[in-house]
């Protein structure tokens, strides 16, 4: 049932292909800003490239979680998730998993390029992905409980930014400080183990959050 | 088709709605509704629009909340029946297919997750005269025919209990031919129906057969 839900969640993810272009061009065009509007030296551009690629990879994977599932909402698929004698929490696990597949992936694939692009040096590319693939996870898992509490009403955009953000911070906070300090030639394998162990948190909890909200947002 | 179990031959009603009460915002929508439906019956919610059917139908397959009352499948609540889940079936205004998938594709998966024999399929889609549009993306289909699609989740599912909102909506006269023939069919098997319609049925044994609960 978990594959089966997983496998049509991909093929939609891929014929609707907008859903994952806007937010990795989003990421790619963010980043690029910030040297433009700031005009650093590459030694000032090298502090503050963890910060930047991490804020704009949180916003891109935020943006993308709008439609996480408002589609399901709309055309009544999401009701007939809720009726399956399968449990909900299970289907939200799916979903969030097939939608990271595409968006964080696409965003960890990204993200050296963008590194090399502000002067990481090279060493840390390896940590800026690691840490992106644990982060975006867990920023998938923390922000599909914001898009399930907001599918019901219509323009949730700019709500479920507010109720999120907040919750990303810490994954914020050691994934962009792993970056810093292996950017530094120090050891980031803490703030790699705090990114794992916060993704286990999300990934334990998150699943039920969603489907409490789903049904929430169906009555 | 459906399976006939062992423990209703005992006369007590498989679903039973006591004193179901509903409010929306400050309105009071209903109040005080009960009814109770034996295997092989047929209730159909009338009522003006507005007055709370597909609340009530909601509220029936656990998909809202009452203000009081409760809703028992075979004694439990059906809030705490896995029972109900797994024997019945709900097609609300939504069809809830995918557009960007084609409509075996849709029906496929649906087969999956309703654990139904896939090889069934075709049939199925014979059945509903689904067979000129399979192929094509479920985004294309006029709004009879995806509602015709969304029917053969019905047939897939192989539900005792069918919960049905509007199922004549779109559907030109052929199409409600089809579909109150798998409903008389499912009445002779023992099935049960709770249906809105706005419109009569066309066939005198549905007509016949039917009980009208009437919200006002």
Known sequence: MFATIFKRELMLVYRRRSEWVHPLAFFVIVVSLFPLGLTPGPQTLKLIAPGIIWVSALLASLLSLEHLFRSDYEDGALEQFVLLPYPLAAVGLAKVLAH???????????????????????????????????????????????????????????????????????????????????????????????????????????????????????? | MVPIETDDVSGKPCLQVDNLSCVRGDRLLFKDVNFKLHRGELVHVAGPNGSGKTTLLRIVCNLTWPESGQALWRGEPINRSERFQRESAYIGHQDGLKSELSTLENLRFHSRVLNADVRRLPTIVQQLELNRCQYLLAGKLSAGQRRRAALARLLLAERVLWILDEPFTALDRNGRQVVENLLEQHLENRGLVLLTSHQAFMSTHLTNHRRELSLS
């Open chain 1, 100 to 219: 990271w597949c595409v968006t964080g992936l696409s965003l960890c694939i990204a993200s050296p390029m963008l590194g090399i692009a502000l002067n990481l040096p090279s060493d840390s590319l390896k940590v800026l992905m690691l840490s992106l693939l644990l982060g975006t996870f867990s920023l998938s898992l923390i922000g599909a409980i914001g898009a399930a509490l907001t599918v019901g009403l219509g323009r949730g955009g700019v709500l479920i930014a507010l109720l999120i953000l907040p919750l990303y911070v810490p994954v914020l906070i050691f994934g962009a400080g792993a970056v810093d300090l292996s950017a530094h030639g120090l050891d980031a394998s803490g703030q790699l183990y705090f990114l794992a162990a916060l993704l286990i948190l999300a990934l334990t909890l998150a699943p039920f959050a969603i489907a409490a909200a789903i049904k929430v947002s169906l009555e």
